[in-house]
Every structure is written in C-alpha cells, then in structure tokens.
C-alpha cells in the first residue's frame, strides 16, 4: 500500500497531523510520502514513518513546475489524503496519480470538489489532532493513542540542570506575552531553581529575544535566529521545560514529549494547546473577548496576554519542574 499525504504547512499543523500518519502507516502498512512546502522539508524527513518527501514549490512556477509536475507523478498511490484541506493542497492530490483522494472536514475554498470522498463530519469543538484523526476512522482503521513518530539528532548542552527554553514570540503580535513579563518571571525562576535559559525564536524575534537575555545575563544562551527547524528540535530535546506563547515550536516541542508551559490568550487552547498530559496552559481568566482568534486587538490593550501574571508563570514553572523531577 502506497499512500500520499499532503500537508504544506504551518508548522504546527505537521504536528497535529503526524498522529493520523502514524494509525494509517499501522493499518494499512505500506510507504508514506509526504508532500510539504521548502521550510518544513528537513523536518518532515525527522518524521519515522515517511520515506519520501516532495518539496511543494511555492514560487517559480514557470520554472520548477513541469519538473516537479513530473516527480509527483513518479509514483502511483493507493491512497491520496490531503489533511490541509486548502485548494492548493487538494489540485496537487488531483495531479497525484493514484487511486481514491479523500480530503478533511475542515476544507474550504472547493477543495472537496476535488476528493472522493471526505473524511467525518466538520466539528471544531475538539483538538485539531483529534480533527485530523478523522481520516483514521474514515478509513475503518483502529486508531490508537495519539504518537508523534518523530527522531531529531542529539546535542551537547554546555549547562546543567534544570534548562529552561523560552519561545516568546509568534507570528501574531496579538500572541506575544510581553518581554518584561518574560524576564520577570524568568528571574524568579531563576533564583528558585537555578535554572539556564535558552531563547529560541524566527531571526525577527531577536530584538525580544535579546532584550530578555540581557536582562538575564550569564543565565541566558540567546539562540534565537540561529537554528534550523531541525536543530532547534535538537535544543528543545535537551530541555527541562519549554515556557513558550501559542506557535510552531511549541508544538514542537511537545511532539518530542518535552514538558510545555503555554501561554494563551487570542487562541483556543482547546484546539491547538500542546497535546498531552504533560503540559499546562495559562490564560487570563474573567475575558468575554477570548478567544478572538485575531491578529490584532480590538481595543482592549491585550488583555488576554498582559492579563497572565510573571507570578502565576513562575510558580507554574517551578511546580512543572519538580513534577519532572519527581518522575
């Protein structure tokens, strides 16, 4: 059985689908190849059940495409699933060769003109992993306790324990928790436990990312810009905790099973908080406006982010840590 997924982006939508993989690869056997735009290529390769991945060119059409064109249609696939559910991701199921396309229940813009079939019925009011998970039972398959099937390559961390990594950016200004917040909280952290921080982020996150390490002095590694998706998934492995706003690397670093401390204001922690028992989620409690799910604020100064105390995320912190400890 040869099955084709596709799946373009973001980088915490990968995530989220990875779980859906990994039970049709369980119950149907076979290969996967997965198809996903040039940022996520490296990543994808680190995913245990895909053999083969196709860079999706998003530019230079007139170039690349007829090449690629070709490449996609190499092979002939039992089984297309587009789990974006956009019509970008659903025309490249088209062009795939291949048997029966099956698309989600949260597309949109005609994609399902281009499917036989889809996959449940469209339910927001759950987990995205839980959403994607429907494409598992469409097929009459088992589906198992979620895994995220994914192996990136080990470090060496020049700090000891406990190491903390600090994600305080997002794409969504709307997301961030403030900086002073952020440094607050992190030297309360770090005259209870000692700890060392490690600041990851996008290269246009340096400017928070190096305002929160120099506050933080010889206890702060500011690595933000520096790594790949891949490397900084090797970091995050080493880590004790990860104290991060709603974004990719969270995400991240809860597929590699590593505690998360979230911070969510704008989002629904419900459908896209770290999946798993070991994390915990923080919101600003008492706001009618959240979740807005938008990118800017509609006149009430980001409550819902400035409303999550340096306090509460510190004693969060440390409770999360000794819980590490202890098991």
């Known amino acids: 059985m040869q099955v084709l997924v596709i799946k373009l982006s973001s980088l915490g939508d990968l995530f989220h689908a990875l779980p859906a993989v990994r039970a049709v690869r369980a119950g149907l056997g076979g290969t996967v190849d997965w198809v996903t735009q040039p940022a996520y290529a490296e990543l994808v390769r680190c995913f245990d059940d895909v053999q083969r991945v196709l860079v999706f060119p998003r530019r230079g059409w007139l170039a690349g495409g007829p090449a690629w064109l070709r490449e996609l249609r190499r092979e002939r696939y039992d089984l297309i699933l587009d789990l974006q559910g956009l019509l970008k991701s659903a025309l490249v199921a088209r062009c795939a060769r291949g048997g029966r ?9 005609g994609a399902h003109g281009f499917y036989h079939a889809v996959a449940g ?14 494409v598992v039972r469409f097929l009459n398959l088992p589906v198992p306790a979620p895994e995220f099937p994914l192996h990136v390559p080990r470090v060496e961390v020049a700090a000891g324990h406990p190491r903390i990594a600090l994600i305080p950016c997002s794409r969504w200004p709307t997301k961030n928790w403030p900086v002073p917040h952020f440094i607050a909280a992190a030297q309360t952290l770090r005259a209870e436990t000692g700890a060392t921080f490690f600041l ?48 990719g690397p969270m995400h991240l670093a809860a597929a590699l099973n590593k505690p998360v401390l979230a911070l969510f204001g704008p989002t629904d922690p419900r459908r896209t908080g770290p999946y798993g028992p070991r994390h915990r989620v923080l919101t600003a409690e008492d706001l009618a406006c959240r979740p807005c799910f938008a990118d800017t604020c509609q006149g009430r100064a980001l409550d819902c982010m400035i409303g999550i105390t340096p306090e509460c995320v510190a004693a969060t912190a440390a409770e999360m840590l000794r819980a590490a400890t202890a098991g």
């Open 101 to 109: 396309r099956v698309g989600p229940s949260f597309h949109r813009e």
């Open 121 to 134: 019925a469209r339910n927001k009011e759950r987990h995205a992993v839980e959403e994607v998970l429907d």
């Open 200 to 247: 990851a982020g996008a290269p246009e996150d340096r400017p928070a990312c190096a305002a929160i390490a120099a506050a933080l002095g010889a206890a702060a590694v500011d690595l933000c810009g520096q790594t790949s998706l891949v490397e900084l998934g090797s970091l995050l492995q080493e880590m004790d905790l990860v104290v991060s706003v709603d974004s």
